[in-house]
T-cell receptor, first 113, second 115 residues
Framework: KNQVEQSPQSLIILEGKNCTLQCNYTVSPFSNLRWYKQDTGRGPVSLTI?????NTKSNGRYTATLDADTKQSSLHITASQLSDSASYICVASQRGSQGNLIFGKGTKLSVKP | GAGVSQSPSNKVTEKGKDVELRCDPI?????LYWYRQRLGQGLEFLIY????????KSGLPSDRFSAERTGESVSTLTIQRTQQEDSAVYLCASSPGLAEYSEQFFGPGTRLTVL
């Protein structure tokens, strides 16, 4: 069954600290892996997209890694800011799916002052 | 505006009523997607359009759900005889091509509450 599992379910950190969110996927055949940020009451916004041949991709303070062999990805947030408080969603795309993306349930991150 | 817009932003209805949700994609985007997000759950794929045709309707949960797209632009998602389990946020996304390779741009969603 194609699915995406994320951990932890929720996380609280202090402003300025770093954190790492985890994602495991069982999607086959695999095409690409995305991370989205979803603020409360808003639609998801894309942070990174990585194909199976890419190991890491950065977007400002966000760095995503991908290990296609172990089917694991992580999102590292550096020097967190209050505005990073949001849900972070890991999404896997199946090759040939023509758009049916498989979404994880997200990790809810709270950054406290 | 330059982004995906959805209307209404909130909809409260009584069980058994029909509702229609609207999505205006980014101009020029050929692909359009509808998702459902229940509280505390991940996004659930409903249907996608390539142009005005819907090659994949596999995610529609029942025959009470239908969607159409006209003029390769606006799309409407219709839910007939709403049930309480239909309560969720309905998100629309558009992309310049098929989402397997293209970035999806999401609207703010319509929050549907069925009493």
């Amino acid at each position: 069954k194609n699915q995406v599992e994320q951990s932890p379910q929720s996380l609280i950190i202090l402003e300025g600290k770093n954190c790492t969110l985890q994602c495991n996927y069982t999607v086959s055949p695999f095409s690409n892996l995305r991370w989205y940020k979803q603020d409360t009451g808003r639609g998801p916004v894309s942070l990174t997209i990585m194909t199976f041949s890419e190991n890491t991709k950065s977007n400002g303070r966000y760095t995503a890694t991908l290990d296609a062999d172990t089917k694991q990805s992580s999102l590292h947030i550096t020097a967190s800011q209050l505005s990073d408080s949001a849900s972070y969603i890991c999404v896997a795309s199946q090759r040939g799916s023509q758009g049916n993306l498989i979404f994880g349930k997200g990790t809810k991150l709270s950054v406290k002052p | 505006g330059a982004g995906v817009s959805q209307s209404p932003s909130n909809k409260v209805t009584e069980k058994g009523k029909d509702v229609e949700l609207r999505c205006d994609p980014i101009s020029g985007h050929t692909a359009l997607y509808w998702y459902r997000q229940r509280l505390g759950q991940g996004l659930e794929f409903l249907i996608y359009f390539q142009g005005n045709s819907a090659p994949d309707k596999s995610g529609l949960p029942s025959d009470r759900f239908s969607a159409e797209r006209t003029g390769e632009s606006v799309s409407t998602l219709t839910i007939q005889r709403t049930q309480q389990e239909d309560s969720a946020v309905y998100l629309c996304a558009s992309s310049p091509g098929l989402a397997e390779y293209s970035e999806q741009f999401f609207g703010p969603g319509t929050r549907l509450t069925v009493l």
